[in-house]
């Protein structure tokens, strides 16, 4: 019904740049928030950063200044854009949307399966 997949993840040296991406699909009537999370054998999951339909945005303060997310409200899509990466955001990166579905009430939440990202030289 509906699918959140996300693409772009990869192997970089640290400096490096990914550019993550993920696409909402199904019987969608509205995106509202849309968020990325990353979890490691290391960490908890944790908030990397959130964007809100009118593109308010929020970041963790790890990735203040080196991150920055944006959405395509026509696509559904939101995307991660990374740059200046360090080893310690090597995690797996989930996406997750707030959105209402059609003949719902209430918001539901939905996850991406993931996509990896690893930083090392």
């Known amino acids: 019904q509906v699918q959140l997949v996300e693409s772009g993840g990869g192997w970089v040296q640290p400096g490096g740049s990914l550019r993550l991406s993920c696409a909402a699909s199904?019987?969608?009537?509205?995106?509202?928030?849309m968020n990325w999370y990353r979890q490691s054998p290391e960490k908890q999951r944790e908030l990397v950063a959130s964007?809100?339909?009118?593109?308010?945005?929020n970041y963790a303060d790890s990735v203040k200044g080196r991150f920055t997310i944006s959405r395509d409200n026509a696509k559904n899509t939101v995307y991660l854009q990374m740059n200046s990466l360090k080893r310690e955001d090597t995690a797996v990166y989930y996406c997750?949307?707030?959105?209402?579905?059609?003949?719902?009430?209430?918001?539901?939440?939905?996850w991406g399966k993931g996509t990896r990202v690893t930083v090392s030289s």
């Open positions: 199904g019987d969608i009537y509205t995106v509202y928030t």
């Open positions: 964007i809100t339909s009118i593109g308010n945005t």
């Open positions: 997750k949307a707030d959105l209402m579905r059609y003949g719902e009430l209430g918001v539901a939440h939905y």
